[in-house]
């Protein structure tokens, strides 16, 4: 599967819609003339094959203006009903260098396949460390400082911005939260008790942990662990059965495409619908 197969999953049509539209160049033809870029070679080779056969001279070369085979494009527009795509980052001491790399890569990669195959989607981003703040683009991915840990701060402002903004009736929400999954103990409820709420408004709500470490990076590599606040959501029998509840683990830099297929195979997310 490629990128370009990945969209928001559940989209659905909304009372108050306001529509986005996603473009998609789609193959529609084969034409005799066209421009140089769209040349089919495959079939330009095929015809100029066939002709020199029939002409006794087999083999491919020689070609002719006649030869020439173009594919035809048509950019199709369909529309769904408007969407908010909220990122939150953790930005707390215990997210080292290399952490923040595979995080802002993965979200940096995200809006822009998000922004790229939709319009007029809303993306608002978030940091947090024991306090969220929704920040700019620019400084999101500039942040490089470090605090304590309370990720629960990160899925409450994601839900009041949501509450104040967005209301379900008329967008399709989405909350995608990066962590290492260090957190306290008497804050992982809390954590739990929040993303319930948020797939209450939500139509999908995706939580990654990045488990990368420049110390133990060979143990890494061999699948890793999930940490304390995954293990507090797969206790949770109705996040744990929710589909629309996803979680997926980055270990290293090439577990970045696995990572966003896991938050948007819209064919994936259909099929537990």
């Given at each position: 599967?490629?990128?370009?197969?990945?969209?928001?999953?559940?989209?659905?049509?909304?009372?108050?819609?306001?529509?986005?539209?996603?473009?998609?160049?789609v193959f529609h033809d084969i034409?005799?003339?066209?421009?140089?870029?769209?040349?089919?070679?495959?079939?330009?080779?095929?015809?100029?094959?066939?002709?020199?056969?029939?002409?006794?001279?087999?083999?491919?070369?020689?070609?002719?203006?006649?030869?020439?085979?173009?594919?035809?494009?048509?950019?199709?527009?369909?529309?769904?009903?408007?969407?908010?795509?909220?990122?939150?980052?953790?930005?707390?001491?215990?997210?080292?260098?290399?952490?923040?790399?595979?995080?802002?890569?993965?979200?940096?990669?995200?809006?822009?396949?998000?922004?790229?195959?939709?319009?007029?989607?809303?993306?608002?981003?978030?940091?947090?460390?024991?306090?969220?703040?929704?920040?700019?683009?620019?400084?999101?991915?500039?942040?490089?400082?470090?605090?304590?840990?309370?990720?629960?701060?990160?899925?409450?402002?994601?839900?009041?911005?949501?509450?104040?903004?967005?209301?379900?009736?008329?967008?399709?929400?989405?909350v995608f939260c990066f962590s290492d999954g260090e957190?306290?103990?008497?804050?992982?409820?809390?954590?739990?008790?929040?993303?319930?709420?948020?797939?209450?408004?939500?139509?999908?709500?995706?939580?990654?942990?990045?488990?990368?470490?420049?110390?133990?990076?060979?143990?890494?590599?061999?699948?890793?662990?999930?940490?304390?606040?995954?293990?507090?959501?797969?206790?949770?029998?109705?996040?744990?059965?929710?589909?629309?509840?996803?979680?997926?683990?980055?270990?290293?830099?090439?577990?970045?495409?696995?990572?966003?297929?896991?938050?948007?195979?819209?064919?994936?997310?259909?099929?537990?619908?």
């Amino acid at each position: 599967m490629m990128l370009e197969d990945l969209g928001l999953p559940w989209l659905e049509q909304k009372e108050q819609q306001v529509e986005l539209e996603t473009e998609e160049t789609v193959f529609h033809d084969i034409s005799k003339k066209g421009l140089p870029p769209n040349v089919d070679r495959r079939r330009t080779i095929l015809r100029n094959l066939r002709r020199n056969i029939a002409n006794n001279q087999p083999g491919v070369g020689g070609f002719i203006p006649e030869d020439l085979r173009f594919r035809v494009w048509e950019n199709v527009l369909e529309k769904h009903s408007n969407a908010s795509v909220i990122l939150a980052m953790d930005r707390s001491g215990s997210m080292t260098l290399e952490k923040k790399f595979i995080v802002k890569s993965f979200f940096f990669w995200m809006v822009n396949f998000i922004r790229r195959k939709y319009q007029n989607v809303e993306v608002v981003f978030v940091a947090y460390d024991t306090v969220a703040r929704e920040v700019g683009e620019e400084n999101f991915f500039a942040i490089s400082e470090g605090g304590g840990t309370m990720i629960s701060s990160g899925f409450k402002l994601a839900k009041e911005i949501v509450e104040a903004r967005f209301p379900p009736d008329a967008w399709n929400n989405y909350v995608f939260c990066f962590s290492d999954g260090e957190n306290w103990d008497d804050d992982n409820g809390r954590c739990v008790v929040l993303v319930k709420e948020l797939l209450g408004m939500c139509q999908a709500v995706g939580y990654g942990e990045v488990s990368y470490s420049d110390e133990f990076y060979n143990w890494a590599s061999f699948g890793g662990s999930w940490f304390t606040l995954h293990k507090e959501f797969s206790r949770d029998n109705d996040l744990s059965e929710d589909p629309r509840f996803m979680t997926a683990s980055i270990v290293k830099r090439e577990d970045l495409y696995a990572c966003l297929k896991q938050f948007l195979d819209v064919d994936e997310g259909k099929g537990k619908r």
